[in-house]
């Protein structure tokens, strides 16, 4: 059985917030690809990469958390629905009351 207060649910629920951010930030992943790119060909430490990849990775849990925690995923599937056909048609039918 699931239980909200489990470890396991609060594990996966910080892994979905991780895996949000990381999703919807993926674009910023290039300035650490061509830092990380730049410095394995000059007299650059790597360490600046695993400094930026470590804020990214920080970044990426706190959007997630925003994301779900302002309820926009619920905006983003919305907008789905407003070019989803099905979706019109359903909504079409509820409003003449054949459902």
């Excluded at 990380?36 to 000059?42: E, K, L, R």
């Excluded at 849990?61 to 779900?68: I, N, T």
């Amino acid at each position: 059985m699931i239980t909200l207060s489990s470890y396991k649910y609060k594990l996966m629920l910080w892994f979905t917030y991780f895996e949000t951010g990381y999703g919807k930030t993926g674009y910023i992943k290039i300035f650490i690809y061509l830092l990380g790119f730049g410095s394995a060909f000059s007299d650059t430490s790597l360490i600046w990469t695993f400094i930026a990849a470590a804020i990214y990775g920080v970044f990426c849990q706190v959007f997630g958390w925003v994301w779900f925690d302002k309820e926009l995923f619920a905006y983003q599937a919305e907008v789905g629905n407003q070019h989803n056909p099905l979706a019109k048609e359903l909504r079409n039918s509820m409003k003449k009351g054949k459902v």
